[in-house]
């Protein structure tokens, strides 16, 4: 290998090729276009009757001995629970809903509908070369929607409701010489009368007008109505100099039915001599 560098001729038989400029690459190029119009409406009407006799007595005892030697758990409950319930009653729901909705609207925009959507586009860049980006999605939604939901109800109700409850627990976990006692004593005498009528009524009218409709097309300017009326005109003119061009054929037809007659003439003198 030599020392020596490069010499002056083989330098200049050396060539290079520019790096092209650097740029910057667009990996997702989104264009979204969303036109949303909503008309929503819900009327609720709910009425609710209720009548209720409620009766919960609940007792509960607990005991535990945990990693305890020589220990007692006596757990003991007693409940005495009489209950007497008596509804006389009526519980009555009444509800009544009319309701009147109106969604037709005018559309904005041109008058003529517009042309159907093509829903958006996808396109893939040139992987090759990076130009342009990787992935073109072009999204388009046009959304017109009429939402009426009138609602309504009626709930009536008449209950008795008793629950009594009694619970006992007593546990020994990992004890040695110990005592776990759970009594429960529950005595419950529960005497329920419903008497009643429950009555729930709904009624509901409603109207509900939906629809878009467009515009309607506007009057003609004074401007495009004196266009309209010169272009018209030039129809007219034309179609009479069509005319005039009809009756000079006219006249030189005239013209040659004369020659004809001259002729006829000349043929009656020589007839004479």
Do not use: R, W
Not at 55 to 74: M, Q, R
Not at 123 to 141: I, K
Not at 191 to 220: V, Y
């Amino acid at each position: 290998m030599s020392d020596h560098g490069l010499t002056a001729e083989e330098l200049l038989a050396e060539s290079a090729t520019a790096l092209p400029d650097k740029e910057v690459v667009s990996i997702l190029d989104l264009n979204v276009d969303v036109d949303v119009f909503i008309d929503a409406a819900s009327p609720i009407d709910l009425a609710a009757a209720a009548q209720l006799n409620v009766a919960a007595p609940i007792d509960a005892a607990a005991g535990a001995n945990v990693l305890s030697s020589g220990s007692t758990a006596i757990g003991q409950v007693e409940q005495h629970a009489p209950i007497v319930q008596s509804l006389d009653a009526t519980a009555t729901a009444y509800g009544e809903q009319i309701s009147f909705i109106d969604q037709a609207d005018e559309a904005d925009g041109d008058p003529a509908p517009p042309p159907p959507d093509d829903g958006g586009t996808v396109e893939v860049g040139d992987l090759a070369t990076l130009e342009g980006p990787l992935l073109n999605v072009n999204v388009n939604v046009d959304l017109d929607t009429d939402l009426a939901a009138p609602i309504n109800g009626a709930v009536a109700a008449n209950a008795n409701v008793a629950a009594p409850i009694a619970a006992s627990v007593a546990a020994n976990v990992a004890s040695t010489d110990s005592i776990a006692n759970a009594i429960s004593n529950q005595d419950a005498s529960i005497t329920q009368t419903l008497t009643g009528a429950a009555t729930a009524t709904s009624l509901q009218d409603s109207t509900i007008g939906q629809g878009t409709t467009q515009p309607a097309e506007p009057a003609p300017t004074a401007t495009e109505a004196a266009s309209v009326s010169t272009s018209t005109s030039g129809d007219s003119g034309s179609a009479s100099g069509d005319s005039g061009g009809a009756s000079g054929d006219s006249g030189s037809a005239s013209g040659d039915s004369g020659s004809a007659s001259g002729g006829s003439g000349d043929g009656s003198g020589g007839s004479g001599t």
